[in-house]
């Protein structure tokens, strides 16, 4: 029984490393990824039109599949876990024998390697030493360290560049793993995504994560101010929002954010993501014209709401409503949308004496304000409506496993596409006439055609050093043969 | 010695002079349509019109070079192309002087400095690997390139609040480089399966199946009475006109829709005649469905024509609304690249079969090709996993999320994931050769649609691109 197992844990084991298993898993989540941007998905459409763009037996099956949101379905997260086993089972099976390659490199060919080695050379030298120092001497021209091996009665070479090559493609494999497991376990599990909303002036700690879903921040964010800046066409150009951050009752942090530009705390990130008028009044700034007696100058007079404005001794202003686009039915006034667009105010005017209260509206409505009763004529000179800074809030404590994945691919890639393993061996042999000759191999673990052509360099630049040094024209000779 | 090849009057010059008068004719064609802005002489539109009729001088050349052997040809083409690559450079410039930001902010801008890539690299490809005849893939996609930047607005738009950004332009450029190298390794696939001895009517098979799919496409906008619906065009802001968000006006052009059902079965007719050939294994009916491909050429440039005449302008009636409504070329960029497109295909597939052994003489043997598009891939792919990684820092600092399931994002991992299938089967299986090749093209294939077909056939964050 035990034995039946171990077999057949073995034989999953084996169907999990296989490369043809990757390239199937990798095949189906390119399949529900195209499903996923084909077919409409829940969170971003609104029921409305997923209701207009399926019929209900349809909508059905595609809910109960997950297929309206494959990206955080439950068989697509098994998807990825098991490319993820997959990456796993297919590194550890064959990084041992990697590893060894790494940690123990092939410094002494024997004759067997040597014969078998499809890049080899021999020079024809007279004495060993003389040849090997050559040798020595060439590799350093080509950049390549060498290192003497000790054998019984002599010495060979043997000289490397680029040995982490090797191991590359085991750096890629974990940096994927470390971006997966950063997305789809850390972020899915302990991240949150939510919307915060602030008017100038007040401060709040409540993230609304979904619909009627909140999150209580161990702290609160308060908004001192935000603006738009609009190109001359009226597209905008900036949103910007003074925030600060109140802990503990102190404030603890301030930044004026804009997009692109967010505020974090404590690894809760602050991104300006929209901005716009909440249809509600800031500010009102008037001008009021005594109606009996005396002209005087007209008196400018500045109004929020909920507050009481004296214009003389005896009379008061507030403003009682705020409609921000106005339409009249049936002698009352309606609010068509929360746009600024057409705005009404409707102010009352106190006499503390008489104590009467006088209905003004502005712009004068017929048949519903009092505008001619009124002890004062009123102009609008300027209206400030109220504003809002729209948050995106978020927590993604896996991201930074996602960037430590991403800096990590980008240095396993360049080392997988760029940098090849390239290895040298230099042997002093005797070929079959008993000559002594320096046997010369080497191997590339990538980029075969620039390896090749490096061998050739190291043969004839071998070569030259072997020539003799007293000879004149030596120099000229090495210059043409260089240039050639 | 040179000299005296160059005098050499080419084999067959008739082909070649039919090939430079096409072209001719359908650049003054596009002058007409594009009306020649005054003004500065190096303003952006004129320095664009010129890197047209280079690019399209030099697509002639290399096509004439593959068509005779004539190697002075080739001098000439890459001539062509260096003037193509200096205006465009202009162009691109000059856009950036007027937008005060590099060109990535738009399709159009984005076009721009693609076509620029994708010629950069020809040459590279041209003087570093030898693999000459690759302008003749190459520039017909960057003239397509230049006529839909003709066609698409053109107005420096301000960067909205999420565009401003450093890494934008990080990420454009990568993603620019990365398709660039993509399609390149495309068109170095396809010179393989060409020198890979890969038969003739395979490729017949192939192109007619391409241009049966474009006309299926184009089809899809028939409508009742022979008409075919294009979208309505604003002209007054130069825009789609939309009947709610996300729903595009459609009006009818009357006919047309008959016109491009004639000329779909005349390109689905040698796809038949191939099959026929197959199941009765009888020769004649090979060369009946390669005169039917010179036919279908015909027939695909009349549709053209027509096509260009009736919806450059004109008022027609649509379903949706009542009255007459404008439309443009403008609005319909991809009918016209999948005509144009089309019409180049078949056109390759001529030259392939009249020229095959002087092509074959001309391009590097099968298995350095093999290697030069498994190394342009080996670019490509480090490219796009950066434009991916910058694309998701850019979106955690202006949305919130380096992730969001966007189409697009979406659509990018899947291109991503094709060619990482690529290099697994090549590096671990010993994929080499023609299954290479075809996963090459397959890889290409998904580029284009992240680019163009994610844009206009899925909604998402990136509307702007």
Known sequence: ?484 | MAQARAEQQPATGTTLIVLVGLSIAFLLFMAFLNVVKSGNILNESNMLYAALIFYAGAGALYLGFGVTGTDSYIKFASLATWAGLVANTLAVAHRWYEAGHPPFASIYEMLLSFVWTLAALTLIAEKRYGVKVIGTVTMPVAIVGVVLMQLLRTEVHPLVPALQSTWLHVHVTLAMLAYAACALSFALAMMFLIQDKMKTESFLAATSMFTVGIYAAVLSRFERWGGLNVVAWDAQNKSEVFISRGVRLFVTIPDLGWMMLLVFAAVAAPLVLYVLFRLKKNDGFLAIANRAVFISILLQILALVFFLLRARDGQYPSLDAEGLYQTSLAASPFILSALVGGIFANLLYLLLLWRRPDLERHLPDADALDRITYKTICIAFPLLTLMIAAGAYWANRAWGSYWNWDPKETWAAITWLVYAGYLHMRITRGWRGRRAAYFAILGFAVVMFTFFGVTYLLPGLHAYA
Not at chain 1, 45 to 64: E, I, W
Not at chain 1, 383 to 401: M, N
């Open chain 1, 1 to 484: 029984m035990a034995l039946s197992f171990r077999s057949v844990s073995r034989k999953i084991w084996l169907t999990l490393s296989s490369i043809k298993t990757g390239v199937i898993l990798i095949i189906l989540v390119v399949i529900f990824s195209v499903a996923g941007t084909v077919i409409l998905q829940r969170p971003i459409t609104d029921a409305d039109d997923m209701q207009r763009a399926y019929s209900p037996t349809m909508l059905r099956f595609l809910d109960a599949t997950g297929l309206t949101d494959v990206f955080h379905a439950y068989w697509f997260l098994a998807l990825v876990v098991l490319v993820s086993c997959s990456i796993i089972a297919a590194s550890v099976e064959r990084f041992p024998n990697a590893w060894r390659f790494f940690a123990r490199p092939y410094k002494s060919p024997d004759e067997h390697f040597r014969r078998a080695l499809p890049t080899q050379a021999q020079i024809p030298i007279t004495d060993e030493e003389r040849g090997l120092n050559a040798a020595e001497r060439a590799l350093r021209q080509l950049r390549f360290g060498s290192e003497r091996i000790v054998h019984t009665n002599n010495f060979s070479l043997f000289s490397e560049r680029h040995r982490i090559s090797e191991l590359a493609v085991y750096m890629v494999h974990a940096s994927l793993l470390l971006i997966l497991l950063g997305y789809f376990i850390v972020d899915a599990r302990y991240g949150w995504k939510g919307f915060l909303t602030l008017i100038p002036g007040s401060q709040s700690n409540q993230v609304e994560l979904t619909k009627g879903v909140t999150r209580t921040l161990p702290f609160s964010i308060r908004c001192d101010g935000t603006g738009e800046e609009t190109y001359t066409d009226g597209t905008p150009k900036r949103w910007w929002s003074k925030l600060a951050v109140i802990d503990n009752g102190r404030e603890v942090q301030r930044k004026e954010i804009v997009v692109n530009d967010p505020l974090v705390y404590e690894g809760v990130r602050f991104y300006q993501a929209s901005w716009g008028q909440t249809g509600k009044l800031d500010q009102l700034i008037l001008s009021a014209t005594p109606a009996q007696g005396a002209i005087g100058a007209p008196k400018e007079i500045s109004l929020t709401p909920n507050q009481t404005v004296a214009l003389d001794a005896d009379t008061s202003v507030q403003v009682a409503e705020f409609i921000p686009d106005y339409v009249v039915q049936d002698g009352q006034v309606y609010a068509r949308s929360n746009d600024v667009l057409n705005p009404a105010v409707h102010l009352i005017v106190t006499a503390k004496k008489d104590k009467r209260s006088v209905n003004v509206w502005l712009p004068e409505i017929p048949g519903v304000g009092e505008n001619a009763s009124s002890p004062y004529i009123f102009q609008p000179k300027d209206l400030t409506p109220e504003v809002f800074t729209g948050l995106q809030v978020s927590h993604e404590p896996g991201q930074w496993s996602v960037w430590g994945g991403v800096i990590l691919m980008a240095i396993g890639l360049t080392f997988v596409f760029y940098v090849s393993h390239v290895r040298f061996w230099v042997v002093p042999v005797r070929n079959g006439n008993g000559q002594l000759a320096l046997w010369v191999g080497g191997t590339a673990n990538r980029n075969r055609d620039a390896f090749e052509q490096k061998f050739k360099q190291l043969v004839e630049q071998i070569q030259k050093e072997l020539k003799p040094k007293d000879v004149a024209s030596a120099p000229a000779q090495a210059t043409t043969t260089a240039g050639r």
